[in-house]
């Protein structure tokens, strides 16, 4: 999921800019309801970058039997 994060931030964008801007058909609860999911995507991706680096801090040592 970390990965992804540009991926949401394009899907929020473009979901965000159609569901918001007057249009008005059928669908659109649909588009404003996968705006919302993209966002959530989007901030719990950020967040895990944030706090789960790809780098690990510590460098891991054999154990001796």
Known sequence: ?????????V????TGLV???GLSF???EVIRVLFL???????ISLM????????PRMKYQP???
Not at 1 to 9: G, N, P, R, S, T
Not at 37 to 43: C, M, P
Request: charged fraction near 25%.
């Open 1 to 9: 999921m970390k990965k992804k994060a540009l991926l949401f931030l």
């Open 11 to 14: 899907l929020a964008l473009i």
């Open 26 to 28: 059928s669908g659109i």
């Open 63 to 65: 154990v001796k039997k």
């Open 48 to 55: 895990a970058k944030l706090f789960f680096p790809d780098k």
């Open 19 to 21: 569901g918001f801007t």
């Open 37 to 43: 999911i993209f966002a959530d995507l989007l901030i």
